[in-house]
């Protein structure tokens, strides 16, 4: 496969490089995001842009590809809605439009969350965004999914970008062992969220909208 990673550098991002780099069936892999992600590896082509919702100059790079799984994405904490929906909606739907045009059989993973609100009409901010994304990427590309994780353990030295998350995950990493007995459909770590998500590149999924449930 030839796939396509957006947000390399983010938490789950790298966790999904890293997977990708390490899967035999995977021969070629574009990031493409804001800062580079300072890998090596002879598999991994990188393309750095200002601004990841114009993707004109990437058309030729993406047409033909296999699967581009989009892990770019913020906290919404301290942002206003414009500035939330330019990031987690225009930006997304952006990359899922171009696919749609140049890769429109290629499998499309957007990384969302639990608690997403597929209604579009909650109180909850960031929720209905997410939402409203999910819908546009599943009516954009007929193999387009939407991946929502739970509480995810960084594993294989892959660090959070968000300072407030890297101290979350120092305090709750002694009793990740104990959370994964407790709720294994709802915790689960980097490298098995992008396994996951390979594995969905490979053989499709009855369900596009895949719960913790669905990705354990």
Known sequence: MRVVVFGATGMVGQGVLRECLLAEDVLEVLV????????????????????????????????????????????SLGLDEATYTRI??????????LLAQVSPAATFVYVSGVGTDSSERGRVMWARVKGRTENAVLDLLPH????RPGFIQ???????KTRWYRLGYAVTR???????RLFPNQVTTTDRLG??????????????????????
């Open 154 to 160: 960084p594993t294989h030295g892959v660090v959070s």
């Open 32 to 75: 493409v995001g804001r800062t580079p992600t300072g890998a090596r590896h002879p598999k991994l082509h990188e393309i750095v842009l200002a601004d990841v919702g114009e993707l004109d100059g990437v058309r030729e790079d993406l047409a033909g590809v296999d699967a581009c799984f989009y892990c770019l994405g913020v906290s």
């Open 195 to 216: 396994r996951a998500m390979l594995r969905v590149a490979r053989e499709g999924s009855p369900r596009r909208v895949l719960a913790g449930r669905d990705l354990a």
């Open 88 to 97: 987690s909606y225009d930006y997304p739907v952006a990359a899922a439009r």
């Open 144 to 147: 387009g999914y939407a991946a």
């Open 174 to 180: 002694p009793l990740f062992p104990l959370l994964r």
